[in-house]
C-alpha cells in the first residue's frame, strides 16, 4: 500500500511524512527530494523509481508514506502505479500567507526562488484534489503522449474512486497534523484504499 502525501512547497509533505513514519507501524517513509527532479520530465521518471521501490517494501510486509508535489492524477498516470496493492492519496494543504511564512523560514533556495507559478500549482493541487476534472489539462498537455491519462481523465468528483484526504493545517500545531494523518492512514488500513489493485482500479 502506498500512501500519497501531495501538495505544494512548503506544505509540511516531508515532516509530516517523516513523523507520521515514525508513529505508524509498518510503514516506510520516501520523501521526493532524495532523487531531486529539477523539471517536470524529471518529476515523471523519478516517480516510476520511487513506485519500484515501494514495491520492494511492499513484498518486505510494508506500506509506504511518499511525499511529492505531484498531484494524484500525475501519479496515477506513471506506468507502474497499476502495480501496487492499493494506492490511498491525501492533500496537505496550508493557506499562501502561512506557506511564504514557512517558506522565509526554511530559507530560500536560489534555484527554486518564490514566484507566482507556486501558488498557481498549489491552487491547482486544491481543486484537482477535489475535482479531477478541474482543468486536467495541466498535467496531460505537459505530457500528451503518455497513454496513462486515459486511468483517469474519465472520472467526475463523485467517483468513488477519486477519494482524496484533505488536511488544511493553516493554524494547526504540526502534532495535531501528524495525528490527523496517522488516524487516516489507520482508518484506510481498516476499511481499504480507494483504489486497491485487486479491484481494477484503472479499467
Not at 4 to 20: D, H
Not at 50 to 58: K, Q, S
Not at 116 to 140: N, S
Request: proline share 5%; charged share 30%; glycine share 6%.
Amino acid at each position: 500500500m502506498l500512501y500519497l502525501i501531495s501538495g505544494a512547497t512548503a506544505a509540511g509533505k516531508s515532516t509530516v511524512s517523516r513523523l507520521v513514519s515514525e508513529r505508524v507501524s509498518n510503514l516506510v517513509w520516501f520523501e521526493e527530494d532524495r532523487r531531486h527532479p529539477k523539471t517536470t520530465g524529471e518529476r515523471f521518471d523519478n516517480l516510476d523509481l520511487w513506485i519500484g521501490d515501494a514495491l520492494e517494501a511492499e513484498a518486505e510486509g510494508n506500506d509506504v508514506v511518499f511525499g511529492s508535489q505531484s498531484p494524484l492524477g500525475e501519479f496515477l498516470a506513471s506506468p507502474r502505479a497499476v502495480e501496487l496493492e492499493g494506492i490511498a492519496p491525501c492533500l496537505l494543504d496550508v493557506h499562501d500567507f502561512e506557506r511564504v511564512a514557512r517558506w522565509r523560514a526554511r530559507g530560500m533556495d536560489e534555484e527554486w526562488p518564490m514566484i507566482m507559478d507556486h501558488f498557481c500549482w498549489a491552487a491547482f493541487h486544491r481543486l484537482h484534489a477535489r475535482d479531477p476534472q478541474f482543468e486536467a489539462r495541466v498535467l496531460v498537455d505537459r505530457d500528451p503522449d503518455r497513454p496513462m491519462w486515459s486511468r483517469w481523465t474519465g472520472w467526475t468528483a463523485d467517483d468513488p474512486r477519486w477519494s482524496v484526504f484533505i488536511h488544511d493545517s493553516t493554524g494547526v500545531e504540526l502534532e495535531a497534523t501528524v495525528d490527523a494523518v496517522a488516524a487516516w492512514i489507520e482508518g484506510v488500513r481498516r476499511n481499504g484504499a480507494p483504489l486497491r489493485r485487486e479491484e481494477r482500479w484503472w479499467e
